[in-house]
């Protein structure tokens, strides 16, 4: 078996990069998708429910299957310098790409607004992190408006070689079910990887031999059908973040769910696209039901992944106790970032460590006790 080197390598034939372009890769993608034991029997329902757990990419999330793709472009046109404005997880994975191809790295991040583990990648990584007195919307409004006058190449998904790289999710989930889900359900912020779920599931039941839109003829990705159905697609916000359920931009979005606190996504209106062709809704959970879902999941099945991650799960649930997802269904949820990303959260809605004396007796206790309940 050939060694695996990322979702360039793997996909290439469907992805627009010419075949002599060195990939820009950490070995990103090949994520498990595991399917989640407990949960379904605790809440007493006859459904499949998977975790496609992007958490476990090279910098936790699923950020680097687009970053591979945006920063290999970029180096491949001559680009010194990438930029992107962030909650966190996009700042990240530029950062590590950024470092493998060396080249220069700037990050736009809300001041105080990304939790911890995402602003210890950046620094670490040695991108050039500036902090703005402002939300996410005004770092993509900054990062747009820099762009034509600096030499800066976006990395952000409004460059679609970023959401080239995400459409492959869509053929993993179906390569390990062999055909689409009935479902596939996600946290929405930005709006770029639904975007991009939609556009791998599309292509994965296309035969078409003709030159692709998105290269305008320049590349022929190969179209070999592989699934014969797509997804419904459902899209999941945080109450306080939630423009696309309300069908307005939120001026001053506020969720614990720092990853999609975003008031006015960039793609909106793709994603809208995406909800409406697959027949699926956009739908909104509380940040108590985000906090409980994580815990719940971290819990009953040994997975961690972020808050926002939460979210998809959260509305499945939801949706599946109000009956608006059916008994029978297969149902896929991207968990987009890992739990380690944000140990403040976790720690925070967590039962606090035990103190003792180091003594035997003092452990027997404390083991004695947590057995009997
Ligand atoms: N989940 C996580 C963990 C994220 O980091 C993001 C987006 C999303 C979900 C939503 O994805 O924006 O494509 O709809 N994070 C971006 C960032 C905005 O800057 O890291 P989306």
Redesign the pocket.
Known sequence: MERYTGVIDKYRERLPVAPQTRAVSLNEGATPLVELENLPRLLRRNVRIYAKFEGLNPTG???DRGMTMAVTQAVAAGARAII??????????AAAYAARAGIACFVLIPEGKIALG?LSQAMMHGSVVIQIRGN?DDGMRLVQEVAKTAPVNIV??INPYRLQG?KTIAFEVIEALGDAPDYHA???????????HWIGYSEAVCESTDACAFCAGKCEFRKTKIATRRPIMLGYQASGAAPIVRGRPVESPETV?T??R?GN?V?WQQ?LAAQKESGGWFAECSDEEILRVQKLLAESEGIFC?P??A?GLAGVLKDLELGRIGEGSSIVVTL??HGL?DPDTAIAHSAKPLTVDAELPAIERVIREHLKR
């Open positions: 999330s699923f950020k992107c404005a962030s909650t966190g997880n996009t700042s990240a994975a995402k996410f952000n998904s995400q996600l946290p929405v912020g930005n709006a770029g990887n639904i975007t991009a769910a990853a999609i975003i996504p793609s994603a972020e926002a991650s979210t987009t970032g990303k």
